[in-house]
């Protein structure tokens, strides 16, 4: 699957339903609330791609975030700005995925997630995302393009 850049397309208020993104560009959408947490996904499955993460960028935009996988803890350090990390576990038969934990308005540098119990990987999103969409704990997210490539 080709990666795509923080930020790909028109920024859009991360809990708005949204038309259906351009082929190939991965987006996460929750099934429980009917509105897209992030309109742009990057893909960080390698192990080199896991551990840059976020580090290095000033910012993410608005509707962008990063979809590490598998994992089921992160740092902060190098980072320059918070986020919100929202924990997912392996999809299910439908293909969603549910949230095992949320942890908002993570901080530069000192933020840590040990561990999240029951997590396959982790959404990284600007820092209110969580709260603005409204997702919680239990909700089934879907993760267009990037479970699809897995049949």
């Known amino acids: 699957m080709e990666l795509q850049p923080a930020g790909v397309g028109a920024p859009r208020a991360p809990a708005t339903p949204g038309p259906a993104p351009a082929p190939g560009i991965p987006?996460?959408?929750s099934v429980t609330r009917g509105t897209v947490v992030a309109e742009s996904l990057e893909v960080a499955e390698s192990f080199a791609g896991r551990f840059?993460?976020?580090?290095?960028?000033?910012?993410?935009?608005?509707?962008?975030?990063?979809?590490l996988r598998p994992g089921s803890s992160i740092h902060m350090l190098f980072m320059r700005f918070p986020i919100d990390?929202?924990?997912?576990?392996k999809p299910g038969e439908d293909g969603g995925r549910r949230v095992v934990a949320i942890h908002a308005r993570l901080r530069p540098w000192i933020g840590v997630v040990w561990w999240a119990r029951g997590a396959d990987g982790c959404l990284e999103l600007p820092a209110g995302t969580a709260a603005?969409?409204?997702t919680s704990v239990g909700d089934v997210i879907r993760l267009d393009e990037v479970d699809a490539d897995r049949g």
């Open 85 to 89: 990390a929202v924990f997912l576990a």
């Open 27 to 29: 987006r996460a959408r």
């Open 132 to 134: 603005a969409s409204g």
């Open 52 to 67: 840059m993460g976020l580090m290095g960028r000033s910012t993410l935009a608005p509707g962008a975030g990063l979809w």
